[in-house]
T-cell receptor, first 115, second 111 residues
Framework: DAGVIQSPRHEVTEMGQEVTLRCKPI?????LFWYRQTMMRGLELLIY????????DSGMPEDRFSAKMPNASFSTLKIQPSEPRDSAVYFC?????????????FGAGTRLSVL | DAKTTQPNSMESNEEEPVHLPCNHS???????IHWYRQLPSQGPEYVIH???SNVNNRMASLAIAEDRKSSTLILHRATLRDAAVYYC????????????FGKGTKLTVNP
């Protein structure tokens, strides 16, 4: 299995531009998670989906952030408009929802720089 | 969410065992103890998890105290590749799937 695939790996953009991050979860997994990691705040969950439905978006910073999961094999995280404070590494993870395990598999991340 | 406490950093020598502690005094009876690690410039990866009994897998062992208020991740022979930040996380499988990552323990392995 190829694992969780994120694109792009690096993104440099200017303040005010729209940014779209993409994620392909592991085939057969039914939960998908978006995390953000910064030096100041560490690794924090933004939103997660189960069976393509958003379950918990309490970590989404503000209305500039939106996430979608149109089908079981694809999700996007969009920032519009982007700001310098959005600079971070964004990770996508997926899991097979299991009462005993909840093991999450992470992608390599997208490093976003907003100038 | 029940909280965990870990040392900020630890050091080890290559090929020696490493014991990474985690305190979770407010753990509930249904919380699983998960360990993840994050190698430099990579996403976190699952290491091991357990509920009450000690657990072993190809990566590590997890020793859980009898009262479950603490646990220890054991790397039997540290290698340079084990240098990473190790996170101890509690999760109740019947509730939210969210994992709350703390600051973890940064493990340095000396050659």
């Amino acid at each position: 299995d190829a694992g969780v695939i994120q694109s792009p790996r690096h993104e440099v953009t200017e303040m005010g531009q729209e940014v779209t991050l993409r994620c392909k979860p592991i085939s057969g997994h039914n939960s998908l998670f978006w995390y953000r990691q910064t030096m100041m705040r560490g690794l924090e969950l933004l939103i997660y989906f189960n069976n393509n439905v958003p379950i918990d978006d309490s970590g989404m910073p503000e209305d500039r952030f939106s996430a979608k999961m149109p089908n079981a094999s694809f999700s996007t995280l969009k920032i519009q408009p982007s700001e310098p404070r959005d600079s971070a590494v964004y990770f996508c993870a997926s899991s097979f929802s299991d009462l005993a395990k909840n093991i999450q598999y992470f992608g390599a991340g997208t490093r976003l720089s907003v100038l | 969410d029940a909280k965990t406490t870990q040392p900020n950093s630890m050091e080890s020598n290559e090929e020696e065992p490493v014991h990474l502690p985690c305190n979770h005094s407010t753990i509930s009876g249904t919380d699983y103890i998960h360990w993840y690690r994050q190698l430099p410039s990579q996403g976190p990866e699952y290491v091991i998890h357990g509920l009450t009994s000690n657990v072993n897998n190809r990566m590590a062992s997890l020793a859980i105290a009898e009262d479950r208020k603490s646990s220890t991740l054991i790397l039997h022979r540290a290698t340079l590749r084990d240098a990473a930040v190790y996170y101890c996380i509690l999760n109740y499988p019947g509730g939210s799937e969210k994992l709350v990552f703390g600051k973890g323990t940064k493990l340095t392995v000396n050659p």
